[in-house]
């Protein structure tokens, strides 16, 4: 359409093709990025500990925290849990959630990764950093039920976290409390 090729348009229009497509190369790179992490919906035939796979997401961050001077703290307690799930899905979401905690990071502080049972026998898995917070209508949309429609790669990126934590049944929330 820019060529002309379906008829004269002018440099408004022009403008906002180039927009439209510059955002989509973006998004269709940010989902190849993070290897394909919404594949077509299939029963899950793996049974994953949740408790462990963050930990192995914290030695794959530990170097880019070390570079931001954060100090990654680990905190697990209680037996194995598992589920049934898309091991590298649940992977990938939580590199990309921990990835996403520095860059919102003003500052060095801890990266805190969490697992624990609730009393509910509820497992909960939880990232938080000392110094990081999000601006308050990312977080909005980020939270909402439809998909993100944004030029911010972050906010893409937690909307891919919030979407494969919501495919596998499980809830997902943000929270801005500074320190």
Avoid: W
């Avoid at 394909?36 to 030695?59: G, I, M, Q, T, W």
């Avoid at 001077?69 to 979401?93: H, N, W």
């Avoid at 939580?94 to 860059?103: D, Q, V």
């Avoid at 919030?162 to 499980?170: I, K, M, T």
């Amino acid at each position: 359409m820019a060529d002309g090729s379906a008829g004269p348009i002018n440099d408004e229009q022009r403008k906002y093709l180039g927009i439209a497509f510059m955002n989509s190369t973006r998004a269709v790179d940010q989902l190849n990025s993070v290897g394909d992490l919404l594949p077509p919906f299939e029963h899950f035939s793996e049974r994953v500990d949740v408790v462990a796979l963050p930990c192995e997401n914290v030695k794959l961050i530990k170097d880019r925290a070390q570079a931001h001077g954060t100090r990654v703290e680990k905190r697990f307690v209680g037996e194995p849990s598992s589920i049934m799930a898309d091991k590298q899905q649940l992977s990938a979401a939580f590199f990309l959630m921990m990835s996403n905690i520095l860059k919102a990071a003003h500052s060095p502080g801890r990266l805190i990764v969490e697992a624990f049972d609730r009393k509910t026998s509820q497992l909960t898995v939880r990232f938080s950093h000392d110094n990081a917070s999000i601006d308050p209508e990312q977080l909005s949309r980020m939270l909402g039920a439809a998909s993100c429609r944004t030029e911010d790669d972050s906010e893409l990126d937690l909307c891919l976290v919030r979407d494969v934590v919501r495919l596998h049944g499980c809830h997902f929330s943000l929270e801005n409390k500074l320190g």
